[in-house]
């Protein structure tokens, strides 16, 4: 029976320590203003390069992130497991135009497709699919009919660079995430997406697309996608979020005066982002589907209808995931009933990954009700084990 009020089993992998850090973390990123005034002062103290390694790294970084490098994520890719929870490497360096930044993200995207390979505890690769390409062309083939001739250009040095990596994926057997940014990038990323899993998903699926369902037209787009996929006869890999930059979306839709392509409320989202999963889980031998979310109902709503359609728990085509070092009641509970659970575990150089940090605080500020969540679990655990 699934519970995630069950503090034992969703901490059972935390040191009292550890409690301790998570609910210093919480409760200092509980104070908006606090958030506010963190993210100039980092922002200045790394221009000037001001050394904050030694405040960030076992605070704030260690709440979030698993390493540095590959390597210094072993230890925590162990400890989940040890939830039976597994593990997702995300490399967290924001992207750069320039081609010597690509490059490198690229190999070590690469290098962390076959780490994933040789390590049993990592079920999945992912990456952001705009550090692989020029921003302004990848807008300009998403939102224009005839683009110029560079757009072109860098539109096929993208499309190259996705493919090195699915076909690294596809070597290895090991599925590969691309990630959902922002809709004015998103219908280029779309058309390579599934040509690659028209290419690589014949067999099983590999390659996963992202669908921000707090879009009004992703639902629809997940059915065409399926209808393209039957003719073609290939696998679906879907994975599903809320999305992660509505107030960006609304503001620059009407600062621009195009349709906001983002749904009219909180309810519509959740409405569309339970029907994709139904939608996805009743035609299963179609479908891989992951479902990223910190919300319980979603994740509720997907293991009771994996148990009605009689889908086992552990069947591979189906996942759960939340972020490392959140939700955590989730992850575990879910692990602890026999269904397959992976969690995002960023890295990269501590000053690299500053903006990332800077997001998550952002975000449990502002997400409404999930800071207040995880105090009230860590606290209640905290007394369990006074008790
Ligand atoms: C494993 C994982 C992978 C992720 N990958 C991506 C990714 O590739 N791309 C991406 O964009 N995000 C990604 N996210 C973030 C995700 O999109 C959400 O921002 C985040 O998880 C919060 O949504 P929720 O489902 O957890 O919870 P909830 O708290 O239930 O939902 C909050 C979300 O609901 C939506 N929402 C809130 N208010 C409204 C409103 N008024 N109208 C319409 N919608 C509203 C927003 O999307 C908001 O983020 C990922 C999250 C996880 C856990």
Request: hydrophobic residues 35%; glycine residues 4%.
């Given at each position: 029976m699934l519970d995630f009020t069950d503090t034992r089993t969703a901490f059972s992998i935390k040191s009292d320590r550890d409690i301790r850090r998570a609910y210093f973390m919480y409760k200092l990123i509980s104070y908006p203003w606090l958030v506010k005034m963190a993210n100039p002062m980092i922002r200045f103290a790394s221009a000037i390069r001001f050394p904050i390694n030694w405040i960030v790294k076992p605070t704030v970084y260690a709440q979030f992130c698993g390493g540095e490098t590959i390597d210094e994520c072993g230890p925590v890719i162990i400890k989940l497991k040890e939830g039976g929870v597994s593990s997702i490497l995300d490399y967290s360096v924001e992207g750069s135009e320039e081609e010597k930044v690509i490059e490198q993200a690229l190999q070590e995207t690469l290098r962390v497709i076959d780490y994933a390979a040789s390590n049993e505890n990592i079920p999945f690769t992912v990456f952001k699919p705009t550090a692989f390409g020029n921003s302004n062309a990848l807008e300009v083939l998403s939102t224009s009919h005839s683009p110029d001739a560079e757009s072109v250009k860098e539109g096929d040095k993208f499309r190259q660079r996705i493919q090195k990596l699915c076909e690294r994926a596809y070597g290895y057997g090991i599925p590969i995430m691309i990630d959902a940014e922002d809709s004015w990038y998103q219908e280029i990323i779309d058309q390579v997406v599934m040509d690659m899993m028209a290419n690589y998903?014949?067999?099983?699926?590999?390659v996963f697309n992202t669908y921000q369902?707090?879009?009004?037209?992703r639902l629809e787009r997940l059915k065409q996608d399926h209808a393209r996929a039957k003719k073609e006869q290939f696998f679906m890999g879907a994975k599903f979020v809320r999305g992660a930059y509505m107030e960006k979306e609304r503001e620059r839709a009407e600062e621009m005066g195009?349709?906001?392509?983002?749904?009219?409320?909180k309810p519509a989202t959740d409405r569309d982002y339970n029907l994709a999963l139904k939608y996805t889980l009743e035609n299963i031998d179609d479908f891989a589907v992951f479902n990223g979310t910190h919300n319980e109902e979603s994740s509720r709503y997907m293991a009771e209808l994996m148990d009605e359609l009689k889908?086992?728990?552990?069947?591979?085509?189906c996942w759960f995931s939340q972020l490392y070092g959140m939700s955590d009641h989730i992850s575990f509970n879910l692990a602890n009933e026999g269904f397959n659970v992976a969690k995002y575990v960023p890295y990269g150089p501590v000053k690299f990954v500053l903006p990332y940090l800077m997001r998550r605080a952002e975000e449990n500020t502002s997400v409404k009700g999930q800071t207040s969540r995880e105090l009230m679990l860590l606290k209640q655990e905290k007394d369990r084990r006074k008790r």
């Amino acid at each position: 029976m699934l519970d995630f009020t069950d503090t034992r089993t969703a901490f059972s992998i935390k040191s009292d320590r550890d409690i301790r850090r998570a609910y210093f973390m919480y409760k200092l990123i509980s104070y908006p203003w606090l958030v506010k005034m963190a993210n100039p002062m980092i922002r200045f103290a790394s221009a000037i390069r001001f050394p904050i390694n030694w405040i960030v790294k076992p605070t704030v970084y260690a709440q979030f992130c698993g390493g540095e490098t590959i390597d210094e994520c072993g230890p925590v890719i162990i400890k989940l497991k040890e939830g039976g929870v597994s593990s997702i490497l995300d490399y967290s360096v924001e992207g750069s135009e320039e081609e010597k930044v690509i490059e490198q993200a690229l190999q070590e995207t690469l290098r962390v497709i076959d780490y994933a390979a040789s390590n049993e505890n990592i079920p999945f690769t992912v990456f952001k699919p705009t550090a692989f390409g020029n921003s302004n062309a990848l807008e300009v083939l998403s939102t224009s009919h005839s683009p110029d001739a560079e757009s072109v250009k860098e539109g096929d040095k993208f499309r190259q660079r996705i493919q090195k990596l699915c076909e690294r994926a596809y070597g290895y057997g090991i599925p590969i995430m691309i990630d959902a940014e922002d809709s004015w990038y998103q219908e280029i990323i779309d058309q390579v997406v599934m040509d690659m899993m028209a290419n690589y998903n014949k067999e099983k699926p590999i390659v996963f697309n992202t669908y921000q369902m707090y879009r009004h037209d992703r639902l629809e787009r997940l059915k065409q996608d399926h209808a393209r996929a039957k003719k073609e006869q290939f696998f679906m890999g879907a994975k599903f979020v809320r999305g992660a930059y509505m107030e960006k979306e609304r503001e620059r839709a009407e600062e621009m005066g195009y349709e906001d392509p983002i749904q009219p409320d909180k309810p519509a989202t959740d409405r569309d982002y339970n029907l994709a999963l139904k939608y996805t889980l009743e035609n299963i031998d179609d479908f891989a589907v992951f479902n990223g979310t910190h919300n319980e109902e979603s994740s509720r709503y997907m293991a009771e209808l994996m148990d009605e359609l009689k889908i086992a728990r552990n069947d591979n085509r189906c996942w759960f995931s939340q972020l490392y070092g959140m939700s955590d009641h989730i992850s575990f509970n879910l692990a602890n009933e026999g269904f397959n659970v992976a969690k995002y575990v960023p890295y990269g150089p501590v000053k690299f990954v500053l903006p990332y940090l800077m997001r998550r605080a952002e975000e449990n500020t502002s997400v409404k009700g999930q800071t207040s969540r995880e105090l009230m679990l860590l606290k209640q655990e905290k007394d369990r084990r006074k008790r």
